[in-house]
């Protein structure tokens, strides 16, 4: 069974540019959720999409944006790219509520 | 606000020993008490987890304690081995729609040979 894949695995963008992150889940799990991790934040939440809607979001700018679509797959999209956005961004998927969260290997993320 | 305090931040340990990771939580609403294995280059593994309905929870060399009227859980690695040297994380959430998972800021786990 296939876990869960995020592309790219790595990426190098400039400040002001902006980047989309894609990731596909689990077979058959309908949540996916994001989150962003940096050595002195740790990981933080970004949001959650359940069946196409955004159902809980972190305290994170406007700037960061995503969305999923019918079969799950979710993107997530950061305009206007600070250094500080440089980090390794990781997608969880989930079959349903009250179900175990797994995580793809992420997308490493460097702003310069 | 960090809502789930993880200690130590740094953990050496020699091949066979038991090492402890501590975390403590504030919001008496989470109800689910994961951990979370980490190596470099990869996304977080799930351990093992816990609901707050038991004190102890036992899956190979892993066991989770928890002490719901001190907010408080731990990890207990018996008879640690150099592969099990990464950073590990404890994790709450509140289960449901409004489902998110928040972390403690990590161990970083050595295990010597």
């Known amino acids: 069974k296939a876990g869960v894949t995020q592309t790219p695995r790595y990426l190098i963008k400039t400040r002001g540019q902006q980047v989309t992150l894609s990731c596909s889940p689990i077979?058959?799990?309908?949540?996916v959720s994001w989150y962003q991790q940096t050595p002195g934040q740790g990981l933080q939440f970004l949001f959650e999409?359940?069946?196409?809607?955004?159902?809980n979001k972190g305290n994170f700018p406007g700037r960061f944006s995503g969305r999923q679509f019918s079969n799950s797959r979710s993107e997530m999209n950061v305009s206007t790219l600070e250094l500080g956005d440089s980090a390794l961004y990781l997608c969880a998927s989930r079959l349903g509520q009250n179900t175990e969260a797994f995580f793809g290997q992420g997308t490493r993320l460097t702003v310069v | 606000q960090q809502q789930v305090k993880q200690s130590p931040q740094s953990l050496i340990v020699q091949k066979g020993g038991i090492p402890i990771i501590n975390c403590a939580y504030e919001?008496?609403?989470?109800?689910?008490f994961p951990w979370y294995q980490q190596f470099p280059g990869k996304g977080p593994a799930l351990l093992i987890a816990?609901?707050?309905?038991?004190s102890e929870k036992k899956e190979g060399r892993f066991t989770i304690s928890f002490n719901k009227s001190a907010k408080q859980f731990s990890l207990h690695i018996m008879d640690s081995q150099p592969g099990d040297s990464a950073t590990y994380f404890c994790a709450a959430s509140k289960q449901g729609s409004n489902y998110k998972l928040t972390f403690g800021k990590g161990t970083l786990l050595t295990v010597n040979p």
């Open positions: 816990i609901r707050p309905d038991v």
């Open positions: 077979s058959g799990h309908r949540s």
């Open positions: 919001n008496t609403a989470f109800d689910y």
């Open positions: 999409y359940f069946s196409e809607t955004q159902r």
